[in-house]
């Protein structure tokens, strides 16, 4: 008797298990080929125009999925894209916002001045966030012309997965 009862409750609580595995396998994840869908898009916009740039996609631990330079893109535009990925991703929000605070819209100074004199910290748009509906996935951050043009081409990297 108590070992059909064993048995039962090991088949529930592994029926329970196998379930919720089921519902972790069903949640968005950004892997590699989404990470190059990314940066072929931003790579296309920038070919449009004739920029050079750098892409880096990172997951929402902030940890490098992909990275791609341009050729002919400056050498330094690839350590700076990287550093707006992470830091949209650390933010979960565009870098562009992170500028706003440090600087205000109008440049005259914003709430939080001090955001852009700590360490590795980037307030220069390019960077953006991943998303899939309210899940955050990661960042992408791309570095290689005028900011406007860099978080143009990472929002056309971000257009591409639609």
Not at 39 to 47: I, L
Not at 61 to 74: K, T
Not at 96 to 108: I, N, Q, R, V, Y
């Amino acid at each position: 008797m108590h070992f059909k009862i064993f048995v039962t409750s090991l088949a529930i609580i592994g029926a329970t298990l196998s379930f919720k595995a089921g519902a972790l396998e069903s949640q968005p994840v950004l892997n590699l080929d989404t990470a190059k869908k990314i940066a072929a898009g931003c790579q296309v916009e920038a070919s449009k125009h004739g920029w050079k740039m750098s892409v880096s996609v990172v997951d929402e631990g902030a940890n490098p999925i992909y990275f791609q330079r341009a050729d002919g893109a400056y050498i330094g535009s690839g350590e700076i894209s990287n550093l707006k990925a992470l830091n949209s991703a650390k933010m979960q929000m565009p870098t562009s916002m992170l500028d706003e605070f440090a600087f205000g819209k109008d440049k005259k100074g914003g709430p939080a001045p001090g955001l852009a004199h700590i360490p590795g910290f980037i307030t220069i748009a390019g960077g953006l966030p991943i998303k899939a509906g309210n899940k955050f996935l990661g960042a992408v951050g791309v570095s290689g012309g005028m900011p406007h043009e860099d978080e143009a081409c990472a929002q056309a990297g971000l257009n591409a997965l639609n």
